[in-house]
């Protein structure tokens, strides 16, 4: 069966701050696509069909109602931060609709949401993500903690304890050849009827929940670069995204 698979985000623009005397410019670096690691895994599956949006082009891009949304069966909002979806300062955009209650209806009425960590989701950097309080926090398993920083880096890397072997998702893994993590976000309470799968330093990692007739994956690190440079070498990386999926997309 075919999964069509929205994912948003792992995308940024870097630019350069020069500063010569009294006078100073910015000049364009390069495009960060972050997003290549888990968009190559998941395009390398028959199954799986997935349409990147990069969080430039959602400002304008991200499906404006839950019927154009269903047309998914999943989405993968990863590194992207909350003021993405909401309303900017532009006259044309004010009235418009909440995208970020457009997500959570979709969860509701049955669609399955793979959450990722990174400086920009969770609260991320600086409170940039700020995604606490949300709609979208509201289907997640984990509460997101209203803090002005909620990342943890861990340069010698992480190890993954996994805490239910009895979950579809988790059972095929090996404990012993997990990969590390670099950084994490450090989740709130795991929430009611929530499972949490995996921890690394007693925080929640890996969660799953379900809301209303919808499914959700939390995973508070990074899928691609930075914190997660051990896990897009490990073997086990495509075939664990995919499993995510299916499970957040199964009834």
Request: charged share 25%; hydrophobic share 40%; proline share 6%.
């Amino acid at each position: 069966m075919q999964m069509d698979v929205l994912y948003v985000g792992d995308y940024k623009l870097q630019v350069n701050q020069y500063y010569a005397g009294a006078d100073s410019f910015q000049v364009f670096q390069r495009k960060v696509r972050d997003y290549e690691p888990l968009l190559e895994a998941l395009n390398g599956v028959s199954a799986v069909d997935v349409t990147h949006m990069d969080s430039a082009a959602a400002i304008e891009e991200f499906p404006r109602s839950v019927n154009s949304l269903q047309e998914y069966d999943a989405l993968i909002l990863s590194d992207l931060t909350r003021g993405t979806l909401e309303p900017h300062f532009d006259p044309d955009s004010i009235p418009g609709p909440n995208l970020l209650k457009i997500i959570r209806r979709f969860v509701e009425d049955g669609g399955g949401l793979l959450y990722c960590g990174g400086w920009m989701t969770f609260q991320g950097y600086q409170g940039t993500g700020n995604w606490a309080g949300t709609p979208v926090e509201k289907v997640l398993p984990v509460e997101i903690r209203p803090v002005y920083d909620d990342r943890f880096e861990r340069p010698e890397g992480g190890k993954i304890k996994l805490t239910n072997m009895d979950h579809e998702l988790v059972a095929p893994l090996d404990p012993d050849a997990l990969p590390v993590v670099y950084g994490y976000n450090v989740t709130g309470e795991l929430k009611q009827g929530a499972t949490s799968l995996a921890t690394v330093d007693g925080n929640h990692l890996l969660a799953v929940g379900e809301f209303g007739q919808g499914r959700t994956v939390a995973y508070a690190s990074d899928p691609g670069d930075k914190w997660g440079f051990d896990m897009m070498e490990w073997d086990g990386y495509a075939d664990f995204w995919v499993r995510a999926l299916e499970w957040a997309t199964s009834d």
